[in-house]
């Protein structure tokens, strides 16, 4: 019966009607002289999002489509490169790695641990003949809702020429991310995240280092090379046929995240990261990520209560309650649920999240009062508001 539900997953969001009217236009060619000035729009937008001078590729593929694209147009077989891992994504960026055949210097953090600036440093420092051809990480980890501090990777990376390669698939367009200003090189992002539209694209920038970089480059590719994208875009197209409805779809999300305002965005993911977690303490519910400073502006992670399955919460959530959030992944499964707050998400949807939250806890038994939690939500939107 209902069309709608409060879907509080990081991916795919929730989208704005605004949106969805928008990619029921009729199909519109491709090649055509008004799709050009689409695609020429858009891109040119994405520009300000990404907050950088060089140009932001559309790729037609979901987000790791675009982690492949930054791994194999700059790396070859036998390079060595950095990958930090503080969850599944950072784990992905190793896997992607290891199939193109690079020596891969893997670092591991604990769940809920940020990547360590200091360890990058360490490591490159003793690579004096500057073989190290990379460094990768996540600016946003979703498994685990770290934000990754990627201003005090690059300065940890000091004169060293390694190239900076973010995922910044669920990062992008809710935590500041300059990508100029603090120098990263390659910076993928994705559709289904805060750009409010279905999965299936992928964006993805270069810096000229990286296009250096990038000519020395004979790993395997073809649907993802970057220079066929780039080629294409001069010409205000891309290399295959790509997803038009949503890059419709696109143009008008992006508008609505410019007429908002990105530093208004920054801040509205603060108050919601804010609510939850404050909610989350009153309810007597532990926090994945203990560092408020790293704590994710787009997702919270929170420990399932002991004697309380993740599968009867879920169920009692989204059957009786018609709110769905997300599960732990590969070996956080079971062990923590996730809150997606990020993208088309208005205060209040978070408001009934926790009230719905609060009584699928009080129904499995969990000692909650009802209402603490919704109250400390109300407590964060009122300061807020007072604030601004
Ligand atoms: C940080 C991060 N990287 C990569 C991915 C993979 O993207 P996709 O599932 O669109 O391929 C995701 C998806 O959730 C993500 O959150």
Not at 159 to 170: C, E, K, Q, R, T
Not at 244 to 260: N, P, R, V
Request: aromatic share 8%.
């Amino acid at each position: 019966m209902y069309e709608k539900q409060i879907l509080l997953i990081p991916g795919p969001t929730m989208i704005p009607p605004r949106v969805l009217r928008a990619m029921a236009a009729p199909s519109m060619g491709h090649r055509s002289e008004k799709f050009s000035q689409i695609i020429k729009e858009v891109s040119e937008n994405l520009k300000k999002i990404f907050q950088t001078k060089n140009d932001v590729y559309i790729l037609t593929s979901s987000g790791s489509g675009a982690m492949e694209a930054s791994v194999v147009n700059f790396i070859n077989p036998q390079d060595k490169v950095i990958v930090l891992v503080n969850g599944k994504f950072g784990d992905r960026y190793a896997k992607i790695n290891e199939r193109v055949g690079a020596e891969v210097i893997r670092l591991d953090f604990e769940p809920g641990v940020p990547a360590d600036p200091e360890k990058v440093r360490e490591i490159l420092a003793q690579d004096t003949n500057k073989e190290i051809k990379a460094v990768f990480v996540q600016q946003n980890e979703t498994s685990t809702g770290i934000l990754n501090d990627i201003k005090a990777i690059k300065e940890a990376m000091g004169d060293h020429p390694a190239l900076l390669i973010v995922d910044s698939i669920s990062g992008m367009a809710v935590a500041d991310f300059p990508v100029d200003e603090w120098g990263a090189d390659v910076v993928v992002a994705g559709s289904q995240k805060a750009f409010m539209i279905p999965p299936g694209l992928a964006f993805i920038t270069v810096s000229e280092k990286a296009w250096k970089v990038n000519e020395q480059c004979r790993s395997f590719n073809f649907y993802f090379d970057l220079r066929a994208a780039k080629k294409n875009l001069a010409k205000n197209t891309t290399p295959y046929t790509p997803a038009t409805s949503l890059i419709i779809g696109l143009k008008e999300s992006i508008d609505i995240l410019l007429e908002e305002g990105l530093e208004n965005i920054f801040r509205k993911q603060l108050k919601y990261k804010e609510m939850v977690r404050e909610a989350v303490k009153a309810m007597g519910l532990e926090l994945l990520v203990q560092d408020e400073k790293y704590a994710s502006p787009a997702i919270t992670a929170i420990k399932v209560p002991e004697n309380i399955a993740w599968k009867d919460l879920n169920n009692l959530l989204v059957n009786e309650f018609n709110v769905m959030l997300a599960g732990g992944q590969d070996e956080l499964k079971g062990k923590i649920f996730r809150i997606g707050h990020i993208g088309y998400v208005h205060e209040m949807d978070l408001v009934v999240a926790i009230a719905a939250l609060e009584m699928a806890l009080y129904k499995l038994g969990y000692p909650v009062e009802l209402g603490t939690g919704v109250k400390a939500c109300q407590e964060v939107i009122l300061k807020y508001k007072e604030v601004n």
